[in-house]
């Protein structure tokens, strides 16, 4: 039975909602208050009145469990235990109130930082599936429908705390971002306090941007993925303006034709060098034999500038990227000038934020679905090319199945219900 404000005084439990007394099994010379966990309770004299006991003295209670039953005890030194109690209690709201801005605040980096969430989440399942299956169709069903759409959804580059942080080590002056695609790390740098400046040749136009239309999964009618802030149309000629910004290169096209870039983009790291004045360069790739940039860009880039600081940020499969931080070798003295600076970009409204998230949102669980529609095809056709009438599922395949048969219908949940016989 639960009670609402209880007074233990000797031997005797008075409950002022009751007004019954109820023995329980203490000492008689023990003096105790028991109170619920979740009750604050004051004492009042007055609603002890009904009970005609005799002025006695009651410390301020202690915050307690009924079943618990967590006490304070009465004796000579009451009023020293009521200061310390209040002193804590005061103690806590103070730090109730800091707390609910760390909260905010880790809720806010929760948030910015979504994509390094998901990658985490798919890379175990990735391990999961590689481990426990040993399927080899299976892992490359999972990355051709969860990992490459996503990466072609957010950024090539995956951004963590240390890398945004570096940027704005060395950016104090803000960044010119050439070929930011659909801007996440522009975004989460300008969440960080760092002015951005976001340029793209096809920015408006993902279709024309291979690194983020098209895909395995996708459709003509879906389009290009929404972006995560405004990006400015605009080519390697911009690179001119910001002498006195860090230059940003986030996984430039290569330059070999092998890769498959567009010629428009293929020089595009090159070119921005030799467009940009100023005196770092921050760029994320992969170096030699990687599909970033190209030779020309590299030693461009040995020439003039001195690498300064590495620092590692998540790998995908078979990428090994990082973000690198470059110095000018004769860099001159140079007069800080905002008026030399082009004005700040306008940022999206909240009602195009909120319509790039729920779009995000539901390509996500686009995604999602794929993949157990893809899984589900395999283990049909493992089962149709298996010679034994059972099949052993791995829990994964099994996941997948019951996943695609709750949002099926009737009869094709008799079908994939005898998938898992």
Not at 5 to 19: F, G, L, Q
Not at 118 to 147: C, H, K, P, Q
Not at 282 to 287: F, Q, R, T, V, Y
Not at 356 to 382: D, G, I, M, P, T
Request: overall charge positive.
């Amino acid at each position: 039975m639960s009670f609402g404000r209880i007074y233990v005084i000797n031997t005797r439990t008075y409950s002022t909602h009751t007004r019954t007394t109820r023995d329980i099994h203490e000492p008689p010379e023990t003096k105790k208050v028991l109170i619920e966990r979740t009750t604050r309770v004051r004492v009042n004299f007055f609603r002890l009145s009904h009970l005609r006991l005799p002025f006695i003295r009651v410390a301020q209670p202690v915050q307690s469990s009924f079943h618990e039953r967590k006490s304070l005890v009465l004796g000579g030194d009451t009023k020293r235990r009521v200061h310390e109690q209040r002193e804590q209690r005061r103690r806590v709201r103070s730090d109730h109130g800091r707390g609910h801005d760390a909260f905010k605040k880790e809720k806010e980096m929760k948030k910015r930082m979504e994509y390094e969430r998901l990658y985490e989440e798919r890379m175990e399942r990735l391990r999961e599936i590689s481990e426990t299956t040993g399927d080899e169709v299976l892992f490359l069903l999972y990355l051709r429908a969860n990992i490459v759409p996503l990466r072609r959804m957010f950024s090539w580059a995956v951004p963590n705390k240390e890398a945004l942080e570096t940027v704005r080590k060395y950016s104090p002056r803000g960044v010119c971002e050439i070929g930011a695609g659909l801007g996440l790390w522009a975004k989460m740098l300008r969440d960080e306090g760092v002015d951005v400046w976001a340029y793209d040749v096809f920015a408006n136009e993902g279709e024309g941007n291979g690194y983020v239309a098209g895909g395995f999964n996708a459709s003509k009618e879906e389009g290009a993925p929404p972006p995560f802030c405004t990006v400015e149309q605009g080519g390697v000629e911009k690179a001119t303006l910001h002498e006195q910004q860090s230059l940003f290169l986030c996984w430039p096209p290569p330059e070999a034709a092998s890769g498959n870039a567009s010629d428009i983009a293929r020089y595009l790291a090159l070119k921005a060098l030799t467009h940009y004045k100023g005196d770092c360069v921050l760029h994320i790739g992969e170096g030699a034999n990687g599909e970033t940039d190209g030779e020309k860009f590299r030693e461009k880039l040995r020439e003039q500038f001195e690498m300064k600081d590495a620092v590692s940020i998540p790998n995908w499969p078979n990428a090994f990227d990082r973000l690198t931080v470059y110095e000018r070798r004769n860099k001159a003295q140079r007069t800080l000038d905002e008026k030399l600076s082009p004005s700040l970009q306008m940022k999206a409204s909240n009602a195009e934020r909120e319509k790039w998230n729920e779009e995000r949102a539901a390509r996500l669980s686009a995604q999602n679905e794929r993949w157990e529609e893809l899984c589900v095809e395999h283990v049909e056709r493992k089962k149709r090319n298996s010679s034994s009438s059972s099949l052993l599922l791995s829990s994964i395949e099994r996941e997948a199945i019951e996943a695609a048969k709750n949002r099926s219908g009737f009869f094709r949940r008799l079908v994939l219900s005898r998938l898992l016989l």
